[in-house]
């Protein structure tokens, strides 16, 4: 049975935001001045209180997420890995992670945000640090299924979360900042996750690898129990909010809502069957298909030039991220200050994939890796503008519930990316073909996105 509920009603354990009035805010002849104090006031509030917190767990899920492509520079040699094997291990963690996406969002909705997140990030992160003790193809398989398992949920539980906090116009750029971890992850990550393997390689008797996933894995468990004392579910349960503050906020979030009302679906079961929510989500497997074929891949690429060391590795792999974080803040601004949406989206993602397969045919490895650097600002870009798409038309369960198909359905593209590239290597031996076929996503996904009706968020 599909879970129904109003835009403006939530399940009692998470209270709903209260009904707004259609005049002013505060009243008198200077409303509208002390109502832009009023909102450039709470906004800060929420990005140094929300967004920076949500940021920072996002860097400890995706480094945990995708650090198997450092592992592999030792890992594969050592349990007995082929490509193709590695290839199929990386993917599988998006089996899990589809398969347990939709419940545990909709967990979320009923329990809130602050349980469920916590209990998301320790158990993924002991599976985490269960990679450790890795022996084989088998057990390689079998803890990427269940870290995805364990991870499910997270990324699209903190977008509902932050489109419960974030008044429409402002949703872009908390989401890009959210994102941005996907970038500054791997900036970090990448060389961190190359001095650890080369540092601790051999100490206590264990590979550097091994040690990569313990030390990795221990933040998550960590944070889980912060996040449990730290976050709070809803504006009016935030006592770092002034009373003025939590009323103008919850005021603003209920116009948003009773504004878009007539066009919004709030059931789950509606939003299966809105054609939006499955363009989007084929949409978002496209994208994700190069993103992950790229990331999980990447250290091996660097390394196929020959000459570099794993650290070389590690600091060499973190430059096109840092041109994907430029990506992802800039046209999110751009799409806030616009209102438009659509068109950031389909762009972004288009040039992206133009500039994936540029560096798989560069005639040397630096235009190479120029062109890969163009292709993260494209590719990561999609990702802060792409959210704020759904939550145009999904509001209480249909959020819930749509927002966790969305990603969980489109892992698919998570799975498929980095197996394809490891299939097409492991037969042709070389880098080109793979990256010629991830490049292909993006273009699919810019024509499909071409068929959605622009809406601008104004």
């Known amino acids: ?38 909102a450039t006031q709470v906004t ?13 767990l996002f860097v400890i899920n995706y480094l945990d997420r995708v650090n198997i492509g450092f592992a592999a520079l030792q890992m594969n040699a050592e349990i007995g890995l082929s490509a193709k094997a590695y290839g199929m291990g990386a993917g599988i963690f998006f089996l899990g992670y589809i398969l347990f996406e939709v419940p545990s969002n909709l967990i979320l909705h009923k329990v809130g945000p602050r349980i469920w997140i916590a209990r998301i990030m320790v158990t993924w992160g002991i599976v985490c640090c269960a990679m450790a ?32 906090w974030f008044p429409k116009k402002e949703r872009g750029k908390a989401v890009a900042g959210f994102m941005l971890a996907t970038v500054l992850s ?18 206590m008797g264990w590979s550097g690898w091994r040690w990569m996933f313990l030390i990795e894995g221990i933040p998550a468990v960590i944070f889980g129990v912060v996040t449990f004392f730290y976050l709070a ?23 948003d809502v009773d504004a878009s009302a007539a066009h919004n679906t709030h059931s789950f079961g509606a ?15 496209f994208n994700g298909m190069a993103i992950y074929g790229v990331v999980l891949w990447l250290p091996q690429i660097v390394r196929s030039v020959g000459g570099l060391t794993t650290m070389q590795t590690g600091i060499v792999s973190a430059i096109p991220f840092i041109f994907g974080a430029l990506g992802l803040i800039f046209i999110a601004r751009s799409s806030d200050r616009t209102g438009e949406r659509r068109w950031h989206t389909a762009l972004a993602g288009l040039s992206g994939g133009i500039f994936l397969a540029l560096s798989a045919i560069a005639p040397t490895p630096l235009l190479g ?81 071409m068929t959605l009706k622009g809406v601008r968020d104004r």
């Open 1 to 38: 049975m599909a879970l129904e509920t109003s835009g403006n009603t939530v399940p009692k354990a998470w209270p709903a935001v209260a009904t707004a009035p259609r005049d002013g805010d505060i009243d008198g002849p200077d409303a509208a001045m002390a109502n832009a104090a009023l």
């Open 369 to 449: 890796l120029v062109a890969l650097c163009f292709c993260a600002i494209g590719l990561w870009a999609t990702l802060g503008v792409f959210w704020t798409l759904p939550a145009q038309f999904l509001t209480g369960a249909a959020a819930a519930g749509g927002l966790a198909f969305i990603n969980g359905v489109a892992q698919l593209g998570g799975f498929t990316g980095p197996y394809l590239v490891g299939w097409i290597r492991e037969s042709t031996g070389s880098f080109t073909a793979p990256l010629l076929t991830l490049s292909l996503g993006p273009c699919i996904a810019f024509l499909l996105c």
């Open 186 to 203: 791997s900036v970090f990550g990448a060389p961190l996750s190359g001095w650890i393997m080369s540092a601790a390689h051999g100490w």
């Open 271 to 285: 939003a299966l069957g809105d054609t939006r929510v499955w363009v989007l989500t084929a949409i978002y497997a």
């Open 233 to 255: 579910d809803r504006p009016e349960t935030a006592r770092w909010l002034s009373a003025a503050e939590r009323n103008w906020l919850t005021r603003t979030l209920a116009r």
């Open 44 to 56: 800060k509030k929420l990005y140094r209180r929300i967004v920076w917190y949500c940021f920072f």
């Open 133 to 164: 003790a890795l022996q084989g193809p088998n057990s390689f398989y079998l803890l990427r299924f269940l870290l995805g398992l364990a991870e499910a949920g997270f990324a699209p539980g903190i977008l509902l979360y932050l489109t419960n």
